[in-house]
C-alpha cells in the first residue's frame, strides 16, 4: 500500500503545526520520521489515523482514495497505529490487548473468531511476548508495554504500519529485535512510517527518512544516506555531533569530548 501526503497543513486552534507537508511512502518501504521534539511528528500520526478529522485529510491518500470520509473501522482495516505512550484504563491481560487489534474485522454478536485468537497469538510469538500472555496489562514495565502494543498492531494484520518511537523504552536486544520484525514485514511487502529520535536507527534501518524541522516544514527527504548529512543535523541541533563511516555503515557520532567537559 502506498501513502501519499501532498501539501497538508494542520493547526491546533491558531497553532500551526505542520505547514504543507508534501511526501510518499511506496509498498515495502519503511520510512523514518525525523526531528526535534514538538514538531509535529505525533500530529501528523493523528491526520494519518483520523484522531483529528477535518478539512486537512484531503491531502492523505492511502493508493490514491483521500482519507477524508473513510469510515474508522475500514481506516482500521489498513492501517495498525503504535502509540508513544498509552495508560491502560483497566487491568486487561496482555492477550487481551493484543486481541483488541482485531476489533476491524468482528462484527454483530460474534465476539472474536479462531482466526482472530491465531492473529494474536502469532503476534505475541513474533514480538517474543508469549510468556506474559496472562499478565495483566497495568503491571508491565514501559518495555514490556510497547511490546504488547506492537503485537496488537501486528494482530491487525495491516498493510500499513504507524510507529510512534516504538523502541523508546526497549533494552538493547528488544530494540533490534523490533527492528528485525519490523524489517521482516517489509520483506513481506507492507508500508512503515516510523518516528524515531535516533539518527542511527533511520542510517541501519530506514529505506528513505523524512525529517520535520522547527517550523513544522519538512527540511529534508530522500535516503538517509544523502538526507542526514553534517549539515541537516546541525541545522536541527546544531553543532553536537558528526556523521562517520565505519566499514559501509554511517554512524553519527556525538562530541563526546564537548559533552564531557560541560
Ligand atoms: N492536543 C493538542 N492541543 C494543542 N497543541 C498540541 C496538542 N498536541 C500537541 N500540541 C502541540 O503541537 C506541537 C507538536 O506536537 P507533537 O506531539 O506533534 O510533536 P512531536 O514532534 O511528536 O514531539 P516529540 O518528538 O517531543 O514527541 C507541540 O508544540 C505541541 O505542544
Redesign the pocket.
Known amino acids: 500500500m502506498t501513502i501519499h501526503v501532498e501539501q497538508l497543513s494542520f493547526s491546533?486552534?491558531s497553532?500551526q503545526?505542520l505547514r504543507e507537508i508534501s511526501f510518499s511512502v511506496p509498498k515495502g518501504q519503511l520510512c523514518g520520521l525525523f526531528?526535534?521534539?514538538?514538531?509535529?511528528?505525533?500530529?501528523?500520526?493523528?491526520c494519518l489515523t483520523g484522531v483529528?478529522p477535518g478539512k486537512h485529510e484531503q491531502h492523505i491518500f492511502l493508493e490514491d482514495k483521500p482519507l477524508h470520509g473513510m469510515p474508522p473501522k475500514q481506516r482500521a482495516q489498513m492501517m495498525a497505529y503504535v502509540p508513544?505512550e498509552h495508560t491502560p484504563p483497566f487491568p486487561y491481560q496482555v492477550k487481551e490487548v493484543v486481541l483488541m487489534g482485531r476489533t476491524p474485522y468482528m462484527g454483530g454478536v460474534y465476539g472474536p473468531k479462531t482466526s482472530d485468537y491465531e492473529a494474536a497469538v502469532e503476534a505475541m510469538e513474533k514480538t517474543g511476548i508469549t510468556s506474559l500472555a496472562e499478565v495483566p496489562y497495568t503491571q508491565l514495565s514501559g518495555g514490556q508495554r510497547q511490546l504488547t502494543l506492537l503485537a496488537r498492531a501486528f494482530a491487525q494484520q495491516t498493510e500499513m504500519l504507524l510507529l510512534?518511537?516504538p523502541t523508546a523504552s526497549l533494552d538493547f536486544k528488544n530494540q533490534m529485535l523490533l527492528w528485525k520484525t519490523i524489517r521482516s514485514n517489509m520483506k513481506a511487502g507492507k508500508t512503515a512510517i516510523i518516528?524515531t529520535?535516533d539518527p542511527n536507527h533511520v542510517f541501519w534501518f530506514c529505506d528513505a527518512v523524512v525529517v520535520?524541522g522547527r517550523q513544522?516544514s519538512i527540511i529534508a527527504q530522500g535516503r538517509p544516506q544523502d538526507v542526514l548529512t553534517d549539515e541537516v543535523l546541525r541545522e536541527i541541533y546544531g553543532e553536537i555531533s558528526q556523521v562517520e563511516q565505519i566499514g559501509h555503515r554511517s554512524v553519527v557520532m556525538p562530541f563526546l569530548d564537548t559533552v564531557m567537559d560541560m
Open positions: 491546533y486552534g497553532h503545526v526531528g526535534p521534539n514538538g514538531t509535529g511528528k505525533t500530529t501528523l500520526f493523528k483529528m508513544q510512534d518511537e518516528c529520535h520535520l513544522g
